[in-house]
DNA sequence: GCTGAAATATTATAAGG
DNA sequence: CCTTATAATATTTCAGC
């Protein structure tokens, strides 16, 4: 992982799909060592892969909310439980375990306020093992995909 | 946007770096149509771009953090100079307004504890208009990066 | 809107310093 | 670790249905 490496990843998290011929002109290099780097990277498992990056609203996905989520208890059969119960949902596009309190924090995103509802009362209040759900929605992105500091 | 642009849509996500070639093969269709098709989801904005998706703790970057943001006024001036001095710290990866409290929600890497509790002292406490604020850290990601339902 | 095909460009590998 | 060379693939465009 030297300088050049840190370009090859920058460039690629601007843009993930330039051919190699153009990433070798980025980074000041001829093809076949920016190839061989790219296969390194990624078999290193410092590439976990490469994603289209869509727009939820062109989608029609326009609610986007966030949840804080507080567990009964936090023994590790109820952790995994209200886990695979939160990965099941599809407009659950992250959830993570924080330390303190709330335990949980989730992001969801729907078509529009009454999708949004249903969502809710439906699935996100029954999750299992959830003693508080508190819940905000998502005015604004201001920051948004910021590539990770080299 | 019809059901083959949506496949298109899902491959992508999860491998934006497929060749049309094969993206063509697992869309069942041949390569100029979906050749098409992709050029016409990317010039329409509803592929905002590709990324590679990188592993932050391969890069050394083990500490995240969300920081709950509570403003002391909520006038124009004082949240747009908020925000783009948020905007300004590279390890800031994004910032979100709310509704309600806390007014903003901001994600940030850093390599150790050290290096965070400099990036709290020096700069996260110190953005301009903040009232409070309340950090917490993350402690494992439970659902990452999931495709947008289509 | 799709198919098939032709010209151009890119990828992937190997030989050699 | 790079450069150059080469065969195999892929991209892009277009004529025709």
Redesign the interface.
Known sequence: MDAVDRNI?AE??????ISITELASRVRLTVSPTHRRLRELEE?????????????E??G?KFEA?LFITMREANHETLVRF?EA??AI???????????EPD???RV?SEDLAAYQRLYDEQLTRLPGVQRVAS???????????????
């Open positions: 990843l690629l998290q601007m843009n993930g799909r290193s498992g410092v590439i976990r892969g490469y994603r289209a990056a869509l727009d939820p062109a989608l996905l966030l886990e939160a990965a599809p407009n659950v596009l992250e959830a993570q375990r924080l330390f303190g949980y924090l989730v995103v905000t929605l998502v005015m604004k992105h201001v920051v948004r995909e910021r590539p990770l500091p080299l």
